[in-house]
Nanobody, 119 residues
């Protein structure tokens, strides 16, 4: 089992910045991709950003150029630096970690952290 501890959410004004962190612990062997998803009220969960073990990144179109994902493999931690935040970025942000075991991919999710951007 993998436990994910998220931190860094909160309330910020339009144009502000926040940094989210997610530390993985437990059965962390074979962790592959790490990433962040978000879900706003009444909307489906969507990809914000992901990063592979080798550092390849992928971003949702709405956050490109504003958000930066990074990871510290030694600490099993993934970060999301969010700049130029907009009210439409308001959502619960979930950390996601994938483990590849014997060719199968297993997904693990954090409990979510609220990000609220006021106009």
């Amino acid at each position: 089992q993998v436990h994910l501890a998220e931190s860094g959410g909160g309330l910020v004004q339009d144009g502000g910045s926040l940094r989210l962190s997610c530390a993985a612990s437990g059965s962390i062997v074979s962790i592959s991709a790490m990433g962040w998803y978000r879900q706003a009220p009444g909307k489906q969960r969507e990809l914000v950003a992901s990063i592979t073990g080798g550092g390849k990144t992928n971003y949702g179109d709405s956050v490109k150029g504003r958000f930066t994902i990074s990871r510290d493999n030694a600490k099993n931690t993934v970060y999301l630096q969010m700049n130029s935040l907009k009210p439409e970025d308001t959502a619960v942000y979930y950390c996601n970690v994938g483990r590849t075991i014997a060719g199968n991919i297993y997904d693990y999710w954090g409990q979510g952290t609220q990000v609220t951007v006021s106009s």
